[in-house]
């Protein structure tokens, strides 16, 4: 977590926007959102856990009684109010905003269930006004501190020793989930989450999203490792590819290609540069090797709190990147029935240009090899 500064910071900015909006009142139940404003998160089920946030008033989390004392180890919050089994957990939200009978005007979070809406709006009568708070705080999360951005890349360090060791470990003969696992391991071992390893063989490369499966690696497989983990609630997501013994003249040429578009976006993009230009650097070095109908996905997407974010770096966007986003370049080649390539890198957007949040060579690996 990060420092209890930070975090008031961010409420007394959401009490600002509820000041400016005339709203009565923000309800976040658990999601990235939440999490950016209390300093934990986690699987919302039928049991009601929310934030409400007013203008005068410390930020409140309505959470039930027998789970105080494990939420409050993990949040920076300090007034719980717990609620019992038997009891309405709306009810207790009704009264911590006011009975004012259907006429409150209340700030959701997009990811609020539709059940989580019907029984607040049950509880209050009804709501005179509703509207989202998430533009809002996304537009906080769009530039990263120092100390978010140290995290992503403590993320990076791992990642990259847990990917090389899947490099290093695989053997002909292995499933893609049993290379997962030596990721998922090593991410473990180092006092990360995993996310997500997209470990792909062979054809399956050349699947953009592909998930892991019982297909085995064999001799001349191009192997395509995604993958991520998350440390205190931040994310890293890294792709590097390897071949199996020596690779052949096509594999070689569109890795090259590859090389050359994520090294031409690292050297070119700049703050003040729109995502669509952005885009543009790397698609046209792909483009002019006459690969382009085969880059088939925008080159990048922000990343946090949640492995996708804003900023999205795609063709056509007009939004300018600003100094502390943070952002991946992730180019691509994809073969149907052949084989794919992907390189991907993390960039914190500088004064000068972008600063890489991953650390691991770019070269193509070679499995078996000593």
Not at 59 to 80: H, L
Not at 146 to 156: C, F, H, S, T, V
Not at 168 to 191: F, N, S
Not at 351 to 363: A, H, M, Q, S, V
Request: aromatic share 8%.
């Amino acid at each position: 977590m990060l420092d209890e500064s930070v975090y008031k910071k961010r409420i007394e900015q959401v009490q600002k926007y509820l000041e400016s909006s005339s709203a009565d009142f923000a309800f976040l139940t658990p999601s990235p959102n939440f999490l950016y404003l209390t300093g934990y998160t986690f699987e919302l089920h039928e049991r009601l856990t929310a934030l409400v946030v007013q203008k005068d008033t410390e930020p409140q989390i309505v959470a039930p009684s027998f789970e105080v004392t494990g939420q409050s180890s993990q949040t920076w919050i300090k007034n719980f109010v717990p609620w019992a089994e038997d009891e309405n957990p709306y009810s207790l939200v009704a009264s911590l905003v006011g009975k004012k009978s259907g006429s409150h005007s209340v700030l959701l979070d997009d990811s609020t269930s539709l059940g989580v809406y019907w029984a607040l709006e049950s509880a209050l009568r009804g709501f005179t006004k509703t509207a989202s708070i998430t533009p809002t705080i996304h537009s906080m999360r769009l530039t990263k501190s120092d100390e978010e951005i140290d995290l992503m890349k403590k993320a990076g360090r791992i990642i990259n020793d847990a990917v090389l060791k899947a490099f290093e470990d695989a053997q002909i003969g292995m499933t893609e989930l049993e290379v997962q696992q030596i990721v998922q391991r090593e991410i473990r071992r180092q006092g990360a989450t995993p996310t997500f390893a997209a470990i792909q063989f062979g054809e399956n490369s050349a699947m953009p999203h592909a998930a892991a499966g019982s297909r085995d690696l064999r001799n001349g497989d191009v192997v395509l490792m995604d993958c991520g983990c998350s440390l205190d609630g931040y994310n890293t997501d890294m792709t590097r590819v390897g071949v199996v013994g020596s690779p052949t003249e096509e594999i070689e040429r569109v890795y090259s290609i590859v090389l050359q578009a994520v090294e031409a976006a690292v050297e070119n993009i700049v703050p003040g540069m729109t995502c669509g230009t952005a885009d543009g650097i790397a698609r046209r070095v792909i483009d002019n090797a006459g690969y382009g109908e085969y880059f088939t996905h925008r080159l990048g997407h922000g990343i946090g709190l949640e492995v996708h974010e804003p900023p999205y770096i795609l063709r056509g966007s007009s939004q300018e990147l600003q100094t502390g986003m943070c952002h991946s370049i992730e180019p691509g080649i994809y073969l149907e029935g052949k084989f794919g390539v992907r390189i991907e890198d993390l960039a914190c957007i500088r004064d000068k240009g972008p600063e890489l949040l991953t650390i691991t060579p770019r070269d193509l690996i070679r499995i078996g090899s000593e």
